[in-house]
C-alpha cells in the first residue's frame, strides 16, 4: 500500500475490516454453508418426497406461501445489508478514535481534553449502539415473518387436505403423513431467513475488504526493470511535483545533481518542499514531472525494491516499534550482531543513554518509543539507518531534537564513516549542514539559493539571514 492508500483510509478503520469484517466472513463460511445445505438440499428432498409420494396437488397448493416468504427475505436482506454496513463504519470510526485517544493520551492530559474526550467516546459508543439496534431490528422480523408464513402453509395443508379426504384423491393416513413432512420443513424454512440474514452481513462485510484488497497501487515496478550496481550519480532536471489533495505543486522546476559521495543539505521554510524531495526518491507517489534519473536512467524503470534498497530515511516522525531497543536497530539489518549494534549506537551518540536503561539493549521502548523521549528516539532511528551502510542516506530533520553538543557529534561520526557515499540531510538547523559539500535552500517549492556554507553566507538572502539569526540564539543560551 502506498502513502496515498493510507491518506484516504484511516488505522483505526483498517483494523476493524481486519477483526469484525472477517469475523463475519468466517461466520458466512461456517454458519452459512451449513444453513445453506439444510435450506436447499434438505428442503427439496422433502419437497420431492411430498410431492411424488403423497399429492402435487396439495404440495404446491402448502407452497404458496413460499414466494411471499422470497420477497420478504429479499427486502429485509437489501436493508440488513445497509445497516449492518453502517454499523461496520461506525464501529471503525470508533475503532479509530480509541487508536487516536491511546496515542495522544499525553496530549489529552496536557490540555485537560480527557473530559471531552470521554464524551466523545460515548457519544461514538452510542452511535454504534444505535446502529447495530437497527440491525437488530431488521433481524428480528425474519422468525415472526417465517413462522406466520409456515402457519399459513399449515393452514392450506390442512384445509386442502380435508377436502382432497372427502374426495377421496388422498388417504386420512397420507394426509397425516403430509401434515408431518410439512412439520420437517420448518426448519429449513428458518434456515432460508438464517442464510439471508447471514449471508448478508458477510456481503457487506467483504465489500469493505475488498475495497481494501481490490486497491491498486499508483505507485508499481515495470515489467522490465533497468539494473545498475549502485547509484553513482542522481539528477534532477525540470522536476515539479503536486500531491494528489494539493491545489498548488510541492515541487516547481528542480534541476540538481547529486554525484556519488556527496552530502547535500536542503534546508528552507517550513512547508518548502525538502521532505517532498526525498519522497521522489523513495517514489512513494506517483504524478512526476520532468525528469529524475539514477546513473542516466529514469527512477522509474528501476524496481521499485532495488531503489529502496539502496536507501537508509530517518523520517521526521520517529518510527519505533513496541520492542526492544536491540529489535529495533536490527529492523535495518535482522542478523547484525552485539557488536554492530554498539558502533552504530557510538555513531548515534546513544551508548551513554544504553547504559542508563534498565536492561540496556534489551530494554522495551514501549508503543512507538513512549519511554524514550524525543531525541532518544530520533538517535535510535539514526543508528538503524546507519547499520543498513546505505548507498543512500536521508535524513529529514532527523536531529531536531537532540543539542547542539550531540548533533556535532553525530555530524563529525557521520563525514568519517559516510565517505564515499551519497548523504542527503534536510534541517531546519544550519548547523546540521554547514559541513555540507553542497545546499540548497527551498521557497515553495523552487531552489532560491545552492552553494556552499560558505558561498550561501556571503549571498545576503534567507540563508545569510537564517544563519545569523540561529548564531544569535545560540549565544544567548550560552549567557
Known sequence: MTPTFFGKNRTGDLMARATNDLKALTMTAGFGILTLVDSTVFMCLIIAVMGFTISWKLTLAALLPLPIMAVAMNRYGKVIHARFTEAQTAFGEMNNNVLESVRGVRVLRAFVQENHDNQRFQDMTEEVYDKNIEVAKIDALFEPTIQILVGLSYTIGLGYGAALVFQNVITLGQMVSFNVYLGMLIWPMFAVGELINVLQRGNASLDRVNETLDYKPDVWSPAISKVVDRPKEITFKDVSFQYPDAETEGLKDINLAIRQGQTVGIVGKTGAGKTTIF???????????????????????????????????????????????????????????????????????????????????????GESGVTLSGGQKQRVSIARAFIMDPQILILDDAMSAVDGKTEANIIDHLRKERRGKTTLIAAHRLSAVTHADHIIVLDEGRIVEEGTHEELVSQMGWYQEQYERQQLEDEEVKR
Open 279 to 365: 519522497r521522489q526518491l523513495l517514489r512513494e507517489y506517483p504524478g512526476i514531472k520532468g525528469n529524475l534519473h539514477i546513473n542516466g536512467v529514469d527512477i522509474q524503470d528501476f524496481d521499485l525494491e532495488t531503489t529502496r534498497s539502496w536507501i537508509g530515511y530517518v523520517p521526521q516522525d520517529q518510527v519505533l516499534f513496541s520492542k526492544t531497543v536491540r529489535e529495533n536497530i536490527q529492523f535495518g539489518k535482522a542478523d547484525a550482531t552485539d557488536k554492530e549494534i554498539h558502533r552504530v549506537l557510538e555513531l548515534a551518540h546513544f551508548l551513554d543513554d544504553i547504559k542508563n536503561l534498565l536492561k540496556g539493549l534489551d530494554t522495551k521502548v
